[in-house]
């Protein structure tokens, strides 16, 4: 009942800057939490960064200062912009946002993930 789509990612150079949207869509009541994971070969996903329902942020440690969390005045579209990208960063992301259904049943979803590569 709720849909993710990403879009964003894509291959950029050390130092350089990449934006990645997740929208949600569907019968959302609403929304309480967005974030971002990602998760690159062999290894487990990882948390990013999120959003609270207020606009609170939180960041990983390894992103803080070069990425930032952001969503849409509606607040059902969720950004990631990353800047000073380094090939540590590359991995697939994925969002996830939680809230309530119209029928007023908890959801949690997920993108589809978006790739996200760092090289020169």
């Known amino acids: 009942q709720v849909q993710l789509v990403e879009s964003g990612g894509g291959l950029a150079q050390p130092g350089g800057s990449l934006r990645l949207s997740c929208a949600a869509s569907?019968?959302?009541?609403?929304?309480?939490?967005m974030g971002w994971y990602r998760q690159a070969p062999g290894k487990q996903r990882e948390l990013v960064a999120t959003?609270?329902?207020?606009?609170?942020?939180y960041y990983a440690d390894s992103v803080k200062g070069r990425f930032t969390i952001s969503r849409d005045s509606p607040k059902t579209t969720v950004y990631l912009q990353m800047n000073s990208l380094q090939p540590g960063d590359t991995a697939a992301y994925y969002c996830?946002?939680?809230?309530?259904?119209?029928?007023?049943?908890?959801?949690?979803?997920w993108g589809q993930g978006a790739q996200v590569t760092v090289s020169s």
């Open positions: 569907g019968s959302i009541l609403l929304i309480s939490a």
């Open positions: 996830k946002i939680g809230g309530m259904t119209r029928s007023y049943d908890p959801f949690d979803s």
């Open positions: 959003i609270s329902r207020a606009g609170s942020p």
